[in-house]
């Protein structure tokens, strides 16, 4: 039996029991189950290129229905349960995985290849606490930034130095126009907050746009895909290197 089985067992039925090969399970579901709170979604990272293709695949012949696609990420659902596939960089290993996140409370992974869980030294330690641990290695501190909002209404705590340091890591992001800002926000999914304005980008209007303004993040519905390949083609991922039956494989879901 898996070490912690029950934890496992949890997250099959929150992901549908979709396992797919060459990826791993990471971030807030695992905190959630090792926390004692409900899953809101399963994310998966993948280990190469050609895996997450097929695991797209997988999840149309599976019957899961695509309801949001970005260049970051792409989402199905089935019923309740949601899973995310995210696509804006691959894998070989947990820790990989790790250098990508924020937090060391999300640091926590389930390889699938392997059947075993991987954690950041610090992660049941910090979970346990609910102590917020930044990493300044994640490519999207504007996320972070407002994930301690989110993090901090279930009770967990940051420090005055690790507020500083996501304050600092900021300057690392390179915006230039408002659809860098929307996107930078947005964080890992690739979501982009509604900036609604005519103004021309600067610093200043952007600062004085955000002055008494709630952040959100653009619900614009759109019709999805209905087979992997078209999905596919839509993020900008090349199917085109495959074989001729695994293209209509695709296609055919």
């Not at 995210?86 to 996140?101: G, K, L, R, Y």
């Not at 800002?181 to 610093?203: F, N, V």
């Amino acid at each position: 039996m898996t070490q912690h089985e029950k934890e496992l067992q949890q997250i099959k039925v929150a992901s549908n029991h979709f396992m797919p090969k060459g990826a791993f399970i990471a971030g807030g579901a695992i905190t959630s189950v090792f926390t004692g709170k409900p899953i809101n979604d399963v994310d998966f990272y993948f280990k190469s290129k050609d895996d997450f293709i097929e695991a797209v695949g997988l999840a149309y012949e599976d019957g899961q229905w695509c309801v949001a696609a970005s260049d970051r990420a792409v989402t199905f659902a089935s019923g309740d349960n949601i899973i995310q596939l995210m696509h804006f960089d691959f894998f070989p290993t947990a820790e990989a995985v790790f250098d990508a996140f924020d937090f060391t409370v999300c640091m926590a992974a389930y390889d699938l290849d392997k059947e075993e869980f991987v954690f950041h030294e610090d992660f049941m330690k910090h979970a346990a606490q609910r102590h917020l641990s930044f990493h300044s290695g994640t490519r999207y501190p504007y996320g972070s930034l407002l994930r301690v909002l989110k993090y901090q209404q279930r009770d967990y705590r940051i420090g005055r130095g690790d507020l500083l340091r996501i304050g600092l890591s900021l300057q690392k992001v390179k915006i230039e126009s408002w659809d860098d800002l929307a996107a930078a926000i947005g964080g890992q999914y690739g979501d982009k907050a509604k900036i609604e304005t005519d103004q021309p980008y600067s610093l200043e209007a952007a600062i004085d746009m955000f002055h008494n303004t709630e952040i959100t993040v653009s619900t614009a519905s759109e019709t999805m895909p209905s087979n992997a390949y078209d999905l596919l083609k839509k993020i900008g991922i090349d199917a085109e290197h495959m074989k001729e039956e695994d293209i209509e494989w695709l296609k055919d879901w």
